[in-house]
T-cell receptor, first 111, second 114 residues
Framework: EDKVVQSPLSLVVHEGDTVTLNCSYEVTNFRSLLWYKQEKKAPTFLFMLTSSGIEKKSGRLSSILDKKELFSILNITATQTGDSAVYLCAVESGGSYIPTFGRGTSLIVHP | NAGVTQTPKFRVLKTGQSMTLLCAQDMNHEYMYWYRQDPGMGLRLIHYSVGEGTTAKGEVPDGYNVSRLKKQNFLLGLESAAPSQTSVYFC?????????????FGPGTRLTVT
C-alpha cells in the first residue's frame, strides 16, 4: 500500500521566517510528487517533481526531490501572512495516475 | 472557462436521506475524482473515473456510488446518508496529455448529516 507522510503536521511562525515542510513516501514504481496549497477552499497546484536534485522554484517557494532517500521538501522563505494554508503532498505511482495524498502540514504565519 | 464546478456548495441531510453531488469540468479531462476531506486527514479518495462510462473504487468507497455517463460530468451519490459522511467533498479532474499530472479541484461541497 502506498504511503505518504508529511511533517510537521502543524507549524506556527512569524512573518519573515523561513520554513521547511517535509514529505516522505513509500510507493511502488514512483512517477511524480506534487505539492498543493490549500487555503480555505480547494487545493491549488504548486509544483510537480519527477527527477532528483532538480529544484523547482516559484517566487519565495522552492521544492526539491530526493528519490534515493524517498522524500521531498518545500521551502518558503520570508514568509508572509498570505502563506498561511495547508500544504498537501501527493505521490503518483505505477500506471494509475491516481495520487496518494499525505495528511498535510498546516502553516500559520503571524504578523 | 469555468474549470471544475460542484453543485451544491452546502447541504444538510437527515440520517437515511439520499442525495447526489454533481461535478462538471469543461477542460476535456479524461480523469475525474471524488475526495472527502476531514479535519487532519488530508484528502481521501472515494471513487475515480478514467473515462466516460468507467468508474473505480478508491480508498473509502463504502456508502457511496458514482456514475460518469458523460465525459464532463461525474456524479457522487449517497443512498442512505450517515453522520459519518459529514465532510467536505471535493471533485477533481486531470489530463494525461499535458505531461504535468496536476489535478484541478472544484470549490467543494460541505455536507452535514444529522
Amino acid at each position: 500500500e502506498d504511503k505518504v507522510v508529511q511533517s510537521p503536521l502543524s507549524l506556527v511562525v512569524h512573518e519573515g521566517d523561513t520554513v521547511t515542510l517535509n514529505c516522505s513516501y513509500e510507493v511502488t514504481n514512483f512517477r511524480s510528487l506534487l505539492w498543493y496549497k490549500q487555503e480555505k477552499k480547494a487545493p491549488t497546484f504548486l509544483f510537480m517533481l519527477t527527477s532528483s536534485g532538480i529544484e523547482k522554484k516559484s517566487g519565495r517557494l522552492s521544492s526539491i526531490l530526493d528519490k534515493k532517500e524517498l522524500f521531498s521538501i518545500l521551502n518558503i522563505t520570508a514568509t508572509q501572512t498570505g502563506d498561511s494554508a495547508v500544504y498537501l503532498c501527493a505521490v503518483e505511482s505505477g500506471g494509475s495516475y491516481i495520487p496518494t495524498f499525505g495528511r498535510g502540514t498546516s502553516l500559520i504565519v503571524h504578523p | 472557462n469555468a474549470g471544475v464546478t460542484q453543485t451544491p456548495k452546502f447541504r444538510v441531510l437527515k440520517t437515511g436521506q439520499s442525495m447526489t453531488l454533481l461535478c462538471a469540468q469543461d477542460m476535456n479531462h479524461e480523469y475525474m475524482y471524488w475526495y472527502r476531506q476531514d479535519p487532519g486527514m488530508g484528502l481521501r479518495l472515494i471513487h475515480y473515473s478514467v473515462g466516460e462510462g468507467t468508474t473505480a473504487k478508491g480508498e473509502v468507497p463504502d456508502g457511496y456510488n458514482v456514475s460518469r455517463l458523460k465525459k464532463q460530468n461525474f456524479l457522487l451519490g449517497l443512498e442512505s446518508a450517515a453522520p459519518s459522511q459529514t465532510s467536505v467533498y471535493f471533485c477533481a479532474s486531470s489530463s494525461l496529455t499535458s505531461g504535468v499530472y496536476e489535478q484541478y479541484f472544484g470549490p467543494g461541497t460541505r455536507l452535514t448529516v444529522t
